[in-house]
């Protein structure tokens, strides 16, 4: 299958158009994302994707030279079903695990449909209702947190990112004030600085901070990535 072309991403470098390209062959490289995204696939799970911290992290551990799976504590899969009933919701959860049993974990499974329901009471912020499970992508704490990859049914690994993947590449940690997650973005960039000294980590700038550029609920750039020889490989 030919490689869609997918538009330049917000805070694009130089070499923006190869970041795609990179990322991929970083995720087919790892043996841990791709189990888990075979695994994944077979759940049939409407629009999801594995998304955030062990992917970001991933790439910032090949891109350090650190050991693959350093700092990665669990896997994000979300997907979005219009049954916002905890029992569907459950359900899934229940046929999921035995078939992510054998893959690397923890498994963070979240409905996106849901996330409305329960998102300030745990955090504190209102939170519209999404309209499909990718918007959730533009409302992370940080950009870079905001990427996700799913594996097609023709072993394509397609990659949803919002905000571009200059910032993953750039060892970048810049806020998303769309929501109201200072306190989130401050106790991850801790953890994440700690973890990864060479970030550069910028401050929260409130509401009106203008270093993201991506309007809410924004369609994610998918580009679409034929399965290939790797050009980076990982070991642990």
């Not at 309209?131 to 905001?146: F, K």
Request: proline residues 11%.
């Amino acid at each position: 299958m030919p490689t869609r072309s997918a538009e330049t991403p917000a805070h694009a470098g130089s070499d923006d158009a190869e970041h795609p390209r990179r990322l991929a062959g970083i995720v087919r490289a790892d043996p841990d994302l791709m189990s888990l995204l075979k695994a994944a696939r077979s759940l049939a799970l409407p629009q999801w994707r594995l998304v955030a911290g062990c992917l970001y992290q991933t790439v910032w551990n090949v891109l350090t030279g650190r050991p693959r799976g350093h700092g990665i504590r669990d896997y994000d899969l979300i997907y979005f079903d219009p049954d916002t009933s905890w029992e569907a919701e459950d359900a899934v959860l229940r046929r999921a695990a035995a078939i992510l049993a054998p893959c690397p974990g923890p498994v963070e499974i979240r409905n996106q449909a849901r996330v409305h329901l329960w998102f300030e009471a745990r955090f504190g912020a209102p939170y519209p209702p999404l309209p499909d499970a990718d918007a959730a992508l533009a409302r992370y704490a940080a950009a870079v947190h905001a990427v996700g990859v799913r594996l097609e049914p023709d072993d394509t690994l397609s990659i949803a990112a919002p905000f571009g993947l200059a910032d993953l590449f750039g060892l970048v940690l810049r806020p998303n004030p769309v929501l109201a997650n200072a306190q989130t973005y401050t106790a991850k960039a801790a953890r994440m600085r700690a973890l990864w000294p060479e970030l550069t980590v910028l401050p929260w700038g409130g509401a009106d901070d203008p270093s993201v550029k991506c309007a809410k609920d924004t369609p994610a750039l998918s580009t679409g990535l034929s399965p290939g020889p790797s050009p980076v490989s990982t070991s642990r």
